[in-house]
């Protein structure tokens, strides 16, 4: 899929940081709510945080206070914003609508925290 491209991601310390960025494709995205998802090993993908079209942002527990979610429509561009980061981040991160468009998911961004 060429619709989203996801990049940023690494190996980190714990406690370190991050920033992931989507690029999309579709002019449409720009009035999509939009989200990162990640998926762990053994684990389902879980959104992670979303952001309206306006600017409205939420996040699941597990990452509030440390994650920020942002957009630049005008750069078709979505960002992940990532501090303090823990072993239990690990996981591939993906961006995509909310809901997702299945057809839409791309190739996603290892993020890997250990020391």
């Known amino acids: 899929q060429v619709e989203l491209v996801e990049s940023g991601g690494g190996l980190v310390q714990p406690g370190g940081s991050l920033r992931l960025s989507c690029v999309y494709s579709r002019s449409i995205f720009s009035i999509h709510v939009m989200g990162w998802y990640r998926q762990a090993p053994g684990r389902e993908r879980e959104l992670v945080a979303r952001?309206?079209?306006?600017?409205?942002?939420n996040y699941v527990d597990s990452v509030k206070g440390r994650f920020t979610i942002s957009r630049d429509n005008a750069k078709n561009t979505m960002y992940l914003q990532m501090i303090s980061l823990k072993p239990e981040d690990t996981a591939v991160y993906y961006c995509?609508?909310?809901?997702?468009?299945?057809?839409?998911w791309g190739q996603g961004t290892q993020v890997t925290v250990s020391s």
């Open positions: 952001i309206t079209s306006g600017g409205s942002r």
């Open positions: 995509n609508a909310d809901p997702p468009v299945l057809f839409y």
